[in-house]
T-cell receptor, first 116, second 110 residues
Framework: GAVVSQHPSWVICKSGTSVKIECRSL??????MFWYRQFPKQSLMLMAT?????????EQGVEKDKFLINHASLTLSTLTVTSAHPEDSSFYIC????????????FGPGTRLLVL | SQQGEEDPQALSIQEGENATMNCSYK?????LQWYRQNSGRGLVHLIL?????REKHSGRLRVTLDTSKKSSSLLITASRAADTASYFC??????????FGQGTRLTINP
């Protein structure tokens, strides 16, 4: 149980284009979803926290206009990297938690983004 | 900013040996969690220990927490090749927000 999927698993795009990454909770209703960014051989950095039906809360230093997060339903959150640049190349991981067990986050498999 | 620091950054041992990883943190916590990440993949939740607990077991995993020293350790006994991965500690400071340590890259040699 508590499976989270991400799509796509990897994406290559040209500089200046926008990329959308989906995060889905497959067998539970995710009251909260989180988006992380991870550079090679480094730790996870929380980008934002989103609750279903409300605006995401962004961490300090994360541009909300560049990283658009939508949590329209209890099973789906999307991260859109707008006007991507090579420095946005990274591994993006989402996680989700559900009411009653909010202390534990269940992670998706990640999406590797390469901006050329 | 990252709160946790893990030690060692990398660890290489022989299969069957025990592996110990340490995590230190700076502020008060509600709980501390350990996760495993295989190369290029997402994280798998291993174990959660609350601030009022001192030790917890799960299979071959043993986690200790010393809130006075703001530190935790993860022990993997009788290691297997499949245990090769990066291990992260994460501290919960608020209701849900997790702050991850830098991780320990564990390699189990057959």
């Amino acid at each position: 149980g508590a499976v989270v999927s991400q799509h796509p698993s990897w994406v290559i795009c040209k500089s200046g284009t926008s990329v959308k990454i989906e995060c889905r909770s497959l067998d539970f209703q995710a009251t909260t979803m989180f988006w992380y960014r991870q550079f090679p051989k480094q730790s996870l950095m929380l980008m934002a926290t989103s609750n279903e039906g409300s605006k995401a809360t962004y961490e300090q230093g994360v541009e909300k206009d560049k990283f658009l997060i939508n949590h329209a339903s209890l099973t789906l959150s999307t991260l859109t990297v707008t006007s991507a640049h090579p420095e946005d190349s990274s591994f993006y991981i989402c996680s989700a938690s559900y009411q009653g067990k909010q202390e534990t986050q269940y992670f998706g498999p990640g999406t590797r983004l390469l901006v050329l | 900013s990252q709160q946790g620091e893990e030690d060692p950054q990398a660890l290489s041992i022989q299969e069957g040996e025990n592996a110990t990883m340490n995590c230190s943190y700076k502020t008060s916590i509600n709980n501390l969690q350990w996760y495993r990440q295989n190369s290029g993949r997402g994280l798998v939740h291993l174990i959660l220990i609350r601030s009022n607990e001192r030790e917890k077991h799960s299979g071959r995993l043993r986690v200790t927490l010393d809130t006075s020293k703001k530190s935790s350790s993860l022990l993997i006994t009788a290691s297997r090749a499949a245990d090769t991965a990066s291990y992260f500690c994460a501290t919960a400071q608020g209701a849900q927000k997790l702050v991850f340590g830098q991780g320990t890259r564990l390699t189990i040699n057959p």
